[in-house]
């Protein structure tokens, strides 16, 4: 077993591994970046990738906002219907718009950029197998190429970046909080199928079940279905019809027939909620690994961005050197980030995935949501990821709600 020192071991090479490596190199660390594809343009398939505008920051910091935008990415707000009526989204947020871009161009170029800079190694076709320890804190991890050869990874940090089965939580018998998830996905791209609201992307909430239609590069547009297990047998019969049937009924929809269908129909039955504390001694999770949410209100490609912006800024100083305090201080101080910035949304979040209908005072909220900007720039706000449900529940939401409720009932 051949041996070398690093700052940081970052295991997997995607959204939240690559953002992870560059601004720690970037810092000055040296860094391992540990993925077990051996191809450097891989990307996940299983993704509708809307990042949501909490994260256009962070895509600015690594230099590749533009890029993306250039390769295609589409700056989309969001409109949504409910049986109340439209939610439009009045945008002016200083975050900017989401960015809707298929992650065959994201992927590839998060990893070419972390790749690219300086003071990243990086390990393709290896994967951890083994997390070192020095008895108090993990001190690596053990990697195995496709030789099927070890190799053992010292370093001050490890970083668990590898998706929401994480094999490096396993080894540290880190295991996740999870709750249930009612809904399931499919969703396929189509040509020739432009939207009514052009790159406004459309969200459906219809009943439980939830639908959205997302402009993206290439000129595509992305259909897809989050119902509730009830039409699971249907889609299991034929999941490109069930796909399709779902747009028939939804208004202002496109016609999936009216387009063609470039792409197979991806599917994922298991969308639970997970989450686990950010961080322990020697070792960070960031991306799905510390939480992975219920797809159907995209957030993980932003949270995977921001969590690892909050990991570096939190503990590069004590990494390297010349922080005021140690490292596992600085670990707490990303973990208790972590756990303020996320907790409360993926509460909400989990409450939402047992597919029930939206209470007496959600109702309320759309509906005022619908009649008025104000109510509606702060539901999007939401959202987006740009304020917490604290703020956007909170008594100057629920007034104005009430308000809207109370006059334009009385104008009725
Ligand atoms: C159906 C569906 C739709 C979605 N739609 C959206 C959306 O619209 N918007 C949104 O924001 N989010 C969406 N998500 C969530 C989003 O895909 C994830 O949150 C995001 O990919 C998380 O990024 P990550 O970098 O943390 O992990 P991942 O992208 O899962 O990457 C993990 C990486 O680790 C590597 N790896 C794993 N194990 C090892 C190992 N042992 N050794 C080395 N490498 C390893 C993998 O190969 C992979 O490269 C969706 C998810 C699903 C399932």
Partial sequence: VASDRFDVAVVGASIAGCTTATLFARAGARVALIERSPDEGAWKRACTHMIQSSANSVLDRLGVGDALERAGGVRTSVEMWTDLGWIADPGGRAAGQNLCVRRE???????????ETPGVETLLGTRAT??????VAASGVRIEGA???????????????????????????APAEESANERFAYFAYYRELPLAT?????????GADVAYAFPVDGGLTLLAAFPVKRRLAEFKRDRAAALEA?????????????????????????????????????????????????????????WALQSAEWLVDET?????????????AALKRYRSRHHRELAPHQSLIAQGSKGRLPSRTERMVIAAAVKDPAVADRFHAYATRNIGPREFLGPRTMLRAAWVDATRRQRA
């Fill in 316 to 328: 590069a100083a004590a990494l390297l050197g010349d922080g005021a305090d140690g490292l596992d």
């Fill in 246 to 302: 779902t747009f028939d009924t939804l208004p202002r929809a496109p016609r999936p027939v009216e387009g063609e269908r470039v792409s197979d129909v991806i599917g994922r039955l298991d969308l639970s909620n997970l989450t686990r504390p950010a961080a322990r001694a020697g070792l960070a999770f960031v991306g799905d690994a510390a939480l992975a949410s219920d797809p159907a209100v995209g957030v993980g490609c932003g």
């Fill in 105 to 115: 161009t994201l992927d590839p170029l998060l990893r070419r950029t972390a790749m």
């Fill in 147 to 173: 030789d099927g050869k070890a190799r053992d990874i010292p370093a001050r940090l490890v970083v668990a970046a590898d998706g929401r089965d994480s094999t490096v939580a396993g080894l540290a018998q």
């Fill in 198 to 206: 052009g790159t406004n992307s459309m969200t459906w909430l219809d």
């Fill in 130 to 135: 083994g997390l070192l320890s020095d008895g």
